[in-house]
Antibody
Framework: EVQLVESGGGPVKPGGSLRLSCAAS????????MNWVRQAPGKGLEWVSS????????YYADSLRGRFTISRDNAKNTVYLHMDNLRAEDTAVYYC?????????????????WGQGTLVTVSS | IQMTQSPSTLSASVGERVTITCRAS??????LAWYQQKPGKAPKLLIY???SLQSGVPSRFSGSGSGTEFSLTISSLQPDDFATYYC?????????FGQGTKVEIK
């Protein structure tokens, strides 16, 4: 069974940093593209970042590039999102999600499995 | 690329046929997916590549469209279908979601 479990969320002051983790199981993590998507309270979904299996392809939403860094550790089956200089508008539930492409080096460009999310609250 | 869903809210009765539309601000090559989200839950994939039904999703859900105009149709609305629906596109290393359509009980 595919499982994605996010952790690392919580309260943080404006300007602070936080690292989110997403532990994966039940599939070949080292062959899978992984993604982060966020959802502000009461709002819609917003794509944050994506990373290929070997980390050679990394993409960010334009509005977040420079503050957020995605990375992965295939030995630990974990993808990370490091967030710097956090702002109130970064308050959201952060989901990790899998791209179901079957072949390394390709992308399916959608998300078939999602974690339960972890809430980040940026407030003074 | 901006994705605009319509309507934003839809009131319908059980058994009704409902259609949600997603319009892209530019041509997209069919990398269009639809998700269902219930309160407090993660989104669930329904449709990918505009018209392919995800495994395990009931056949009352269908997707269609190409270019800039796409739609999700529920052929006979069931009680479990009351939720918010999002379209999502991919183009040039960027993924974008529509703003969502809330399907409410009439």
């Amino acid at each position: 069974e595919v499982q994605l479990v996010e952790s690392g969320g919580g309260p943080v002051k404006p300007g602070g940093s936080l690292r989110l983790s997403c532990a994966a199981s039940g599939f070949s993590f080292s062959s899978s593209n992984m993604n982060w998507v966020r959802q502000a309270p009461g709002k819609g979904l917003e794509w944050v970042s994506s990373i290929s299996p070997t980390s050679d392809s990394i993409y960010y939403a334009d509005s977040l590039r420079g503050r957020f860094t995605i990375s992965r550790d295939n030995a630990k089956n974990t993808v990370y999102l490091h967030m710097d200089n956090l702002r109130a508008e970064d308050t959201a539930v952060y989901y990790c999600a899998r791209d179901p492409a079957l072949t390394t080096g390709t992308w399916a460009y959608y998300f078939d499995y999602w974690g339960q999310g972890t809430l980040v609250t940026v407030s003074s | 690329i901006q994705m605009t869903q319509s309507p934003s809210t839809l009131s319908a009765s059980v058994g009704e046929r409902v259609t949600i539309t997603c319009r892209a601000s530019e041509y997209i090559s069919g990398w269009l997916a639809w998700y269902q989200q219930k309160p407090g839950k993660a989104p669930k994939l329904l449709i990918y590549k505009a018209s392919s039904l995800q495994s395990g999703v009931p056949s009352r859900f269908s997707g269609s469209g190409s270019g800039t105009e796409f739609s999700l149709t529920i052929s006979s609305l069931q009680p479990d279908d009351f939720a918010t629906y999002y379209c999502q596109q991919y183009n040039s290393y960027s993924w974008t979601f529509g703003q969502g359509t809330k399907v409410e009980i009439k």
